[in-house]
């Protein structure tokens, strides 16, 4: 996911225009977003705890938080008020007039936990909503972490699994929301080859909700889940929030062993912090 994530903060550049038509790699260092860096956290809890510890997951995004690694309006000063002592809780249900965020922040950075709970989907159900609320309590952003998380673990369980069931066996398990029911329409549109149009029906993220955010990233992965480059391009093609679709579909689809990290892609993304204490990305498919 952090491949996908640097690889689509590149298209924010509009010289990057001419890369993204002629396929070219954009030239070195790729740096990762919000998206990696809120990963990172995730990840360090389930490595420390086996669980996702709401308390702790809230300490670990507050105090990682890097005001220039893209984070959204909201999510910087709820972070900053939480590093003040405020509580996370209270701040998290209180955005947006009380209604709580539906962005895409939650369904962004939760990949790696798919593929951490893989073996049992009732877990990552269920772990996908903890990681959730402690910064999107609204049942749309909760629902796209819970689909982002299954279609993970459903990629590191049956990568060859044919899209249209792919897409089924994700929808089963995410809670009756516009994000359900714009996972039954990308399974409508599996018919299209279009991109572009699949984005135009399904939304490309450009309004930073899990809605407009979740159906088209799980529309390409279906489609694309043995090709990680082509799926790259392919997102990034359909333009709107491009390092959070390329960060979700390169996470889900790095569940599928036949996709390696290609090496030029590699050395040209920045690494992961030494805190995260991951395995560096030369070690590693393209989520962890
Ligand atoms: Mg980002």
């Known amino acids: 996911m952090t491949l996908g994530d640097a690889f689509g903060s590149q298209f924010f550049v509009p010289p990057n225009r001419h890369a993204l038509s002629s396929r070219l790699l954009p030239p070195a260092p790729w740096q990762w977003t919000d998206d990696t860096e809120m990963a990172c956290s995730i990840y360090r809890v389930l490595a420390d705890h086996g669980t996702i510890d ?11 938080h890097d005001f220039d690694r893209g984070y959204g309006p909201a999510t910087n000063r709820m972070l900053r008020l939480v590093r003040q002592g405020g509580d996370w809780r209270a701040l998290s249900a209180a955005l947006f007039d009380g209604k709580g965020s ?3 922040g939650a369904a962004m950075r939760v990949a790696p936990l798919g593929a951490w709970f893989a073996d049992d989907l009732a877990e990552v159900v269920h772990q ?8 999107h309590t609204h049942p749309e952003a909760v629902a796209g972490a819970i689909a982002v998380a299954v279609a993970t673990a459903v990629t590191v369980n049956d ?11 994700v929808r089963e398990h995410v809670p009756a929301s516009m ?5 039954a329409e990308a399974r409508q549109l599996l018919t299209i080859s279009d991109p572009t149009l699949a984005a135009r029906m399904l939304g490309n993220g450009r309004q930073v909700t899990a809605h407009d955010t979740v159906p088209f990233t799980l529309w390409v992965a279906a489609r694309e889940r043995h090709d990680f480059e082509a799926a790259m391009w392919t997102t990034a093609a359909a333009g709107g929030d491009v390092d ?4 979700i579909v390169g996470g889900i689809i790095a ?7 290609p090496p030029p892609w590699r050395g040209r993304c920045e690494p992961l912090p030494s805190w995260a204490g ?7 498919r393209a989520t962890y």
């Open 278 to 284: 991951a395995p560096p990305l030369d070690h590693v």
């Open 255 to 261: 569940g599928s062993e036949s996709n390696h990290l």
């Open 244 to 247: 959070t679709t390329c960060a």
């Open 54 to 64: 709401q308390d702790e997951l809230a300490t670990s995004f507050a105090a990682r």
């Open 128 to 135: 996908a909503a903890l990681s959730a609320q402690v910064t």
């Open 179 to 183: 994000v359900h029911d714009g996972i």
């Open 159 to 169: 990568p060859d699994l044919p899209a249209g069931h792919f897409l089924d066996r």
């Open 102 to 104: 539906w962005g895409n």
